[in-house]
């Protein structure tokens, strides 16, 4: 059974940090693309950062360059996002995503409150 499972969401003031974590199980995880994707209240889903299956390619949304970094541990099949210098606009329900082909799975996710 496919799993994948976020963790490390909360509410954080302005310019604080948090660290989501997703935890896998169930397929392939090392040979899987990764996303967080979010989901900012009333508004569309959008992607934050990606990374590729073996770690060496990674994409960020501009809103987030420079603030956020995506990581992956394949022998602990989790892939996380750092968060750094947050801002009430980064807040949303955080959600990860697993691609490999036309093989897809998501995550249920996990509420980030930016607030003072």
């Known amino acids: 059974q496919v799993q994948l499972v976020e963790s490390g969401g909360g509410l954080v003031q302005p310019g604080g940090s948090l660290r989501l974590a997703c935890a896998a199980s169930g397929f392939a995880f090392r040979i899987y693309g990764l996303s967080w994707y979010r989901r900012p209240p009333g508004k569309e889903r959008e992607l934050v950062a990606d990374?590729?299956?073996?770690?060496?390619?990674?994409t960020y949304a501009d809103s987030v360059k420079g603030r956020f970094t995506i990581s992956r541990d394949n022998a602990m099949n989790t892939v996380y996002l750092q968060m750094n210098n947050l801002k009430p606009e980064d807040t949303a329900v955080y959600l990860c995503y697993a691609y490999y082909y036309r093989l897809e799975y998501w995550g249920r996710g996990t509420q980030v409150t930016v607030s003072s």
């Open positions: 990374i590729s299956g073996d770690g060496g390619t990674t």
